[in-house]
């Protein structure tokens, strides 16, 4: 285990980044994270999607066994964070879905169609986070121990 | 429900949820009370009834998912607060878990809370606002 300070206690930004009907999310965070040029965020969202596309990590394949997911479906949490990776935002986030009889899937988020709308509150913080590859699982973990 | 605000800057307030009390319509009231207009939260804690709903796209309104009546984990309640024609509105999802492990989540319509629920809400300075949107029906976020 590795800690960071994140924020010596300055007051932190925070976003509403909002999205409407027919976005794809996860590209629409990539996309505010280098507009506003994000170094350092965590941030949670509820809403609700139309077609989604999440992961399972396998670890013996070192890839994301695709889950998709078809249909209307409230998004009931989705939470993440943004660190930097050779100098460009890395967007990791993983959401729980809701079916339509209350049960529930989940994963790490690989695309999201917003419908109607997926409200993500983010607060930005001033030092930034890093990314380093990992080549255990071929994935960029964060390194707090990078400057 | 107690509550303790634990920052000023920006505002950040902890709500403890005691047995009996609904936790959306404490919410509300919360929000009315304390004038608030660009918030969001999140929450964890145990419910002894959650009644969950689904959007349904067709009919543009909340089907019922699921009515529990019985003990869960409270596993993850995230929601956000903003205004509509002034007035504070809270929307919320929850995930809970039964005593097998399994997870049921929806749009949050009632929960009430067995023993507890701690909530964490942080208030921004600037307010948001949501106006109805023809498409979907129901009020969205306007930025």
Same mark, same amino acid.
């Given at each position: &285990?590795?800690?960071q300070l994140l924020n010596p206690g300055e007051p932190a930004k925070q976003y ?17 994270a280098?507009?506003y040029q994000v170094t350092s965020a965590h941030f ?18 070192? &890839? ?7 249909? *209307?479906?409230?998004?009931?949490? &989705?939470?993440?964070d943004i660190a930097l990776?050779?100098?460009?935002p #890395?967007?990791?986030?993983? &959401? !729980? ?25 983010v607060t930005v913080d001033p030092i930034t986070m890093q ?11 964060i390194?707090p121990?990078?400057? | ?9 920006p505002? !950040?307030?902890?709500? !403890? ?8 319509? #404490? ?44 003990? #869960? ?21 929850? #995930? ?18 067995? +023993? ?8 921004? +300075?600037?307010?948001? *606002?949501?106006?109805?949107? +023809? ?6 976020? *306007? !930025?």
């Open positions: &285990m590795q800690v509403a980044v909002i999205f409407y009907q027919g976005d794809e999310a996860f590209s629409g965070l990539l996309e505010f280098e507009k949670t969202a509820i809403g609700a999607l139309n077609g989604a596309t999440l992961g399972w990590f396998d670890p013996q394949r070192k &890839m994301y066994k695709k889950i998709p997911i078809v249909g *209307q479906h409230e998004v009931i949490g &989705m939470s993440g990776y050779q100098g460009k #890395v967007v990791h986030t993983h &959401m !729980v879905v809701g079916n339509p009889d209350g049960t529930t899937r989940a994963g790490h988020v690989l695309d999201a169609y917003v419908s109607p709308t997926l409200e993500v509150m990314k380093r590859f990992d080549p255990a699982t071929d994935l960029t973990l390194d121990a990078l400057k | 429900m107690r509550w303790k605000q634990i920052e000023y800057e505002k !950040v307030f902890a709500l !403890v949820f005691e047995t009996g009390d609904e936790i959306a319509s #404490v919410l509300r009231r919360f929000a009315k009370h304390q004038g608030l207009g660009g918030s969001s939260f999140k929450a964890i804690g145990a419910l002894s009834y959650a009644k969950l709903g689904w959007f349904n796209w067709e009919t543009k309104k909340y089907d019922p998912a699921c009515v529990l009546r019985e003990q #869960v984990e409270l596993l993850s309640l995230i929601g956000d607060i903003a205004l509509k024609d002034g007035e504070p509105q809270v929307h919320a999802h929850v #995930v809970v878990g039964g005593s097998d492990g399994i997870a049921h989540g929806g749009h949050l319509l009632e929960a009430r809370v067995r +023993p507890t629920c701690e909530l964490i809400l942080t208030e921004s +300075p600037i307010h948001l *606002q949501k106006k109805l949107d +023809p498409e979907s029906g129901i009020a969205l976020i *306007q !930025v």
